[in-house]
């Protein structure tokens, strides 16, 4: 059993949390969204500055939040990739530093490890191996999970992440930042068979398509020349929410396709779905009724652990410190990391308080 505070910094939202084990003892988060609004975008320099701003304050509040002074915490957890580089230093600087100062083990953390373990504090009984579909602004990827730091990655996108897509769509019809939410609300009052969009499929050099890999940069484009003959046509106003409508349908099937392809072809009997485009309506509707009517299971984690959060990446280092698992305090950000190479931000315990 172990008691974890982490931070995580690695995109726009700064956020601290204390889980124990997969239990959330406090999880709090100051948006960046507001700042980033403005610029239609995440600025990066920006956000780093905002997380140096937030990140103290947000470790009192999920102390006291979770009722707990640092006799209590057995270690201590900051996002180290992947991400903005200079925002992933705050929260990795500020973890290693107290870590240091309270004399606690300290742990990197995967970040879409940390989305994956968002599955674990809805569902505290799931047990790998598991299919998760993790989908967010900078990720699509398809994970077999077959426990803690043992990762296969069977699918991804060729381009564009499907929150990325969203975001992209939202920014062409002119609907702000960030897209997906304001696409998802609209959606619900169009509808998805207005207008026929491809699903990105990918061709395989020996004819037919990927089953499991997707690309969403085409159908970007698709709803940019649809908006530009509307227009062409003189059709003003744009009929916006049959064209989220349309645009969320064509994510929700290639998505769910793609994941089903993935869950049957390996035997596996749950999926789980993780990041920020989790929170959709229109992908939580359709893969949870394509799959239920395969036998398959469908898990969604709450919205607040599916967007950007400390909780997920506690949790993650909880069960990494049960294993023995430690990071060394020279451990630095990277702005790619492969999910496949997680184990290399440990090493035993023992090792690291060995080194000289
Ligand atoms: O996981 P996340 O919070 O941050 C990253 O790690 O990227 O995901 C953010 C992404 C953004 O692209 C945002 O537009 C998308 O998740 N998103 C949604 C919804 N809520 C957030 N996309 C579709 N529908 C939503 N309801
Ligand atoms: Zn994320």
Redesign the pocket.
């Known amino acids: 059993m172990s008691i974890v505070l982490a931070l995580e910094t690695?995109?726009d939202e700064t956020a601290a949390a204390v889980v124990r084990d997969r239990t959330v003892l406090s999880n709090v988060v100051a948006s960046q969204i507001d700042i980033h609004r403005q610029y239609g975008g995440v600025v990066p320099e920006v956000a780093s500055r905002a997380h140096v701003e937030q990140v103290g304050p947000l470790v009192t509040a999920a102390l006291e939040q979770a009722g707990l002074t640092w006799a209590a915490i057995d270690g201590v957890a900051a996002t180290c990739a992947p991400g903005l580089v200079g925002a992933l230093m705050v929260g990795l600087t500020a973890g290693k530093t107290l870590a240091l100062v309270h004399d606690k083990p300290f742990l990197g953390v995967h970040?879409l490890e940390g989305?994956i373990y968002a599955a674990y504090l809805s569902e505290p009984t799931l047990q790998p191996p598991f299919l998760c579909l993790l989908v967010?602004?900078?990720h699509t990827s398809l994970i077999q999970v077959q426990g803690c730091g043992n990762y296969a990655l069977l699918g991804q996108t060729r381009d564009d992440a499907a929150?990325?897509a969203?975001?992209k769509v939202a920014r062409l019809l002119g609907l702000g930042y960030?897209?997906?939410?304001i696409?998802?609300r609209l959606a619900a009052a169009g509808d998805p068979t207005a207008f026929p969009l491809p699903e990105g499929k990918i061709s395989l050099p020996g004819g037919g398509f990927h089953r499991y890999d997707s690309s969403f940069s085409g159908l970007k484009t698709a709803v940019l020349r649809l908006v530009q003959s509307l227009q062409a046509q003189g059709i003003d106003p744009l009929p916006l929410a049959d064209l989220a409508a349309s645009f969320q349908g064509t994510v929700a099937r290639a998505l769910t396709k793609r994941a089903l392809n993935c869950a049957l072809d390996h035997g596996l009997s749950t999926i789980v779905v993780g990041?920020?485009?989790a929170?959709?309506?229109g992908l939580r509707q359709h893969l949870t009724a394509t799959a239920t009517a395969q036998g398959l299971t469908v898990l969604f984690p709450p919205l607040a652990y599916c967007?950007?959060n400390a909780a997920m990446i506690a949790c993650a280092a909880a069960d990494h410190l049960n294993w023995g698992h430690v990071s060394a305090l020279g451990l630095g950000a990277q702005s790619r990391l492969p999910l496949t190479a997680v184990m290399g931000l440990y090493g035993e315990a023992r090792e690291i308080g060995s080194k000289p």
């Open positions: 690695s995109c970040h989305h967010s602004g900078g929150g990325e969203f975001d960030p897209g997906g939410p696409i998802d990041g920020g485009v929170a959709n309506s967007t950007d």
